[in-house]
């Protein structure tokens, strides 16, 4: 087994929890932070189904247990595999549970490795309690299935622990799942007795889950890797621990360091492990090469200066199971941003979006307030990346993970903000970033907590149209929307959300809008909705924003914000129309035109707008629907920057609804005006009252290169300028 030991006690167990939410009826295996493995029919016994039932589940929920189901985590169906018992042999009979959040900190995924005949394996229970352990061996190999028997002496595997990994002997890795166990045969005979058990070889679990289409399931697996003869890295790994490494009594102290915070058992004989021993562990043990290389900085008369590190720390960047952080700095970062969380749950989202402007956010950071249970998954996310800025030529880059965590004390202060800044400098000494790197994110950051950030004025919606989900009259419409904020500086920032570019049924887009504008700070920024022609008769305002919690009802988006639209097609489809719009907005005065029974047609409004009209910056629409369609893109084209109608109006007779607007009142107090208007009628089930629709375009947006980027928003009252790099959020 070798100088490395697995630690005492039973792995980490997943428990597949019956419908009680109590008793274990089968174990599972952590394939990642997110995913588990199990049978079918283990799931199906948790969801009180037949046990070879092939149906898949719908949508139905079940828990997990961790740390002896003291943790429980609810679970749904990702990838189904049903049991399948013909006359040859067991087929299928996997199932991929997707957790609803992380797995504990505590709970490392499987290392899988083939199964091969005369293997020692050991199953657990899937409660985990370690007296539930049970020793086997495999036997035959046939085919997809492995056949092993169990001492006589012992527990024998039995109910509940199907579904499980089984352990090779070292304890760091796994060969496959447990399935079931045959029975008794009728009248035992003592010299019958069976002990004998089939499972699932992990080379059966990885071509199944192929052929099942989820591939990217078993790409995200870990796997024993091979020797250094067949395994480029760990021959360079090998080669750098020689070198760091060639006194055995100092790679013995190292080596216990690294098994103690493990949690590994060393002999007690004062030997030291082979180098190739040492390799494999930082191969596979997660956070162990940064252990190690914490353990050489700080070991006195044995420690290495952080540039003798340097090569082993940039060789680790391609061991997955490296990481960034060692096991102390990782516990410590977390215990200090829960006291943060804790305390402002929107503080690392907001440190997150100035910090890591240019780098992919994790989608916990993407929401207004970071629950304390997704911090695990955030650290990880983060520890891939390294931030863009500047460093001294021929020094390591530094991690975002360390950028935002610098953001983050400066704007907590006090002692957590203290510890964490001790923390990023012990961590930056350790890979070796440049003291000068680091002091400038920290001034940077000291300048963003000391600055107050101009407050949200406006959030901005673009919305595409997807191609509609469902079939027939069943089809639903569907829409990408990206969201920037506007701050009173004229700032502009994109807003990272957890949706992406995922089509949206109009009542996610109400809720992604909400939530942006709960991410905008205190006030209520106004709304704008940008959409292309045909999406201006759209009833956006009527949309289900949603709840924030249990306790507020949902509202419509134009009784929750001044919501009002823009359309910047008409800027690319008309020359010249930006400057004419320029033009009549002047000073922001209103100078009406109040479309009533003398306009009969498009040419007599045109012949208005172009001489006694032609400053007219606001016009108010009435009349019958396919007239006031025709006028709403004559205005828009001849660069009329404000228009309201009533889209559910039937003709001039129904002008009276938009009185209670004042529809040619003060025009900087319109928006304000429907706002309310729009909340005072949200009952009003008969339809008598007006739809009004509002084309507010005060700021004009200019694409930088197409409609896939950023929008520039320029005040037309100021000449047009560059947009910086300050103003934007890189997506």
Excluded at 36 to 50: D, F, M, Q
Excluded at 140 to 147: E, K, S
Excluded at 338 to 344: G, I, K
Excluded at 558 to 576: H, Q
């Amino acid at each position: 087994m070798g100088w490395f030991k697995g630690a005492e006690g039973p792995p980490p167990v997943v428990a597949v929890l019956g419908r009680d939410g109590d008793a274990a009826v089968g174990a599972a295996a952590l394939l990642s932070p997110g995913r588990a493995l199990t049978c079918a029919h283990v799931v199906n016994e948790a969801l009180g189904r037949p046990l070879l039932s092939g149906t898949r589940p719908a949508d139905e929920v079940l828990q997990v247990g961790f740390a002896r189901r003291t943790v429980r985590i609810k679970a749904q169906i990702e990838v189904w595999v049903p049991p399948r018992h013909g006359a040859a042999a067991w087929q299928g009979d996997l199932c991929v549970l997707h957790l609803a959040e992380p797995a504990p900190a505590g709970a490392d995924p499987v290392v899988w490795t083939d199964m091969t005949e005369g293997q020692s394996l050991r199953a657990w229970h899937g409660c985990g309690e370690p007296i539930t352990f049970a020793d086997t061996v495999l036997k035959l190999l046939d085919g997809q299935l492995g056949y092993l028997d169990g001492p006589l002496s012992g527990a024998a595997i039995g109910p509940g622990f199907s579904g499980g990994p089984l352990w090779t002997d070292s304890g760091d890795s796994a060969a496959g799942l447990v399935v079931g166990r045959l029975g008794q045969p009728d009248a035992a005979h003592p010299g019958q007795t069976l002990r004998r058990t089939w499972a699932l070889p992990w080379q059966t679990v990885r071509e199944q889950l192929y052929a099942a289409g989820a591939g990217d399931v078993v790409d995200d697996c870990r796997t024993l890797r091979g020797t250094p003869q067949d395994d480029p890295l760990a021959a360079e790994l090998t080669s750098l621990l020689h070198s760091l490494l060639p006194d055995p009594v100092v790679r013995a102290e190292h080596a216990r360091r690294l098994a103690a915070e493990l949690g590994l058992a060393v002999p007690s004989d004062g030997s030291a492990p082979r180098v190739e021993e040492l390799t494999a562990v930082l191969l596979e043990r997660p956070r162990a090469l940064p252990t190690l290389s914490e353990s050489l900085l700080t070991a006195g008369p044995h420690g290495a200066r952080p540039d003798h590190l340097t090569a082993l720390l940039g060789t680790g960047r391609a061991v997955e199971a490296a990481g960034l952080l060692s096991r102390r700095e990782h516990a410590f970062l977390e215990e200090q941003l829960r006291r943060v969380v804790l305390h402002d749950p929107t503080l690392p989202a907001r440190a997150a979006q100035e910090a890591l402007r240019y780098t992919p956010l994790p989608s916990a950071l993407c929401t207004a307030r970071l629950p304390v249970s997704a911090l695990g998954q955030v650290i990880a996310d983060l520890e891939e990346y390294q931030d863009g800025g500047r460093v001294p030529a021929g020094t390591p880059r530094v991690p975002a993970l360390v950028h935002l965590v610098e953001f983050i004390a400066a704007a907590a202060g006090g002692h957590v903000g203290d510890a964490l800044g001790r923390w990023s400098e012990r961590v930056c000494a350790r890979i070796g970033v440049h003291p000068a790197a680091r002091d400038q994110r920290r001034a940077d950051a000291a300048h963003w907590a000391g600055a107050r950030t101009p407050p949200v004025t406006r959030l901005l919606a673009r919305l595409t149209r997807a191609e509609p989900d469902g079939e027939g009259t069943e089809r639903a419409e569907r829409y990408r929307c990206r969201l920037w904020q506007q701050h009173a500086d004229g700032t502009v920032r994109r807003l990272e959300t957890t949706t992406g570019d995922t089509p949206l049924t109009p009542e996610q887009v109400g809720a992604l809008i909400r939530e942006g504008a709960e991410r905008s700070g205190d006030g209520l920024p106004a709304v704008d909705i940008e959409v292309d022609r045909a999406a201006l008769h759209l009833p956006f305002d009527e949309w289900d924003a949603g709840s924030p919690n249990e306790f507020v009802p949902s509202l419509p988006l134009g009784a929750s914000f001044p919501l009002t639209l823009r359309c910047p097609e008409m800027s690319r489809r008309v020359p010249r129309r930006e400057g004419e719009h320029r033009r009549r907005w002047g000073d922001g005065h209103g100078r009406p035109l109040v479309i009533d029974p003398s306009c009969a047609d498009g040419r007599q409004v045109a012949a208005l707008l172009s001489s006694t009209h032609r400053d007219a910056n606001h016009v108010v629409l009435h009349g019958p629907p396919a007239l006031r369609a025709q006028l709403l893109d004559l205005c828009l084209a001849l660069g009329v920057p404000v228009v309201l109608w009533d889209r559910e109006a039937e003709g001039h007779d129904h002008a009276h609804r938009l009185e209670p607007l004042a529809p040619t009142g003060r025009l900087h107090e319109l928006p304000g005006r429907l706002h309310r208007f729009r909340a005072a009628t949200l009952p009003d089930p008969a339809g008598c009252l007006a739809r009004p629709s509002l084309v507010w375009e005060d700021l004009v947006w200019q694409d930088r290169a197409g409609s896939d980027h950023e929008p520039r928003l320029t005040d037309p009252d100021a000449p047009p300028r560059p947009l910086s790099d300050e103003g934007v959020r890189s997506s």
